[in-house]
């Protein structure tokens, strides 16, 4: 086994899909992959290409009410660490911005 360099920069932002299919199941999108498109889209736009990446997963056992689960993984030698959030999916764009603003807070 070989030790490989992360292909993200700053973060690796992870949004639960099942919680967004138990928000919204008779939905044709996801709301969770709605959210991870907003979210890779501001990231390019702000952080530049290949500093976070956004992506739907599975269940990670967090399960909130009427909420989303998101887990942001940070990539800084020794200050790395993942922090785990739970947000509303009813304004994808003010939770992207606010997701966002963790990952560039934690510089």
Known sequence: MHSI???VS???IL???KCGKRLDADSDENPS?????RLKKLAKKRLGKG???ALATS???VCPDDQVCVAV????GAASNTRFFTVSVADTEETS????REVSDRK
Do not use: G, H, K, Y
């Open 10 to 12: 700053n973060a690796l």
């Open 15 to 17: 949004v639960c899909e």
């Open 5 to 7: 360099d992360p292909p």
């Open 51 to 53: 500093a976070v990446r």
């Open 33 to 37: 992959r709605q959210l991870v498109s």
């Open 73 to 76: 993984v940070t990539f800084r």
């Open 59 to 61: 269940c990670m056992d």
């Open 97 to 100: 911005e606010r997701i966002l």
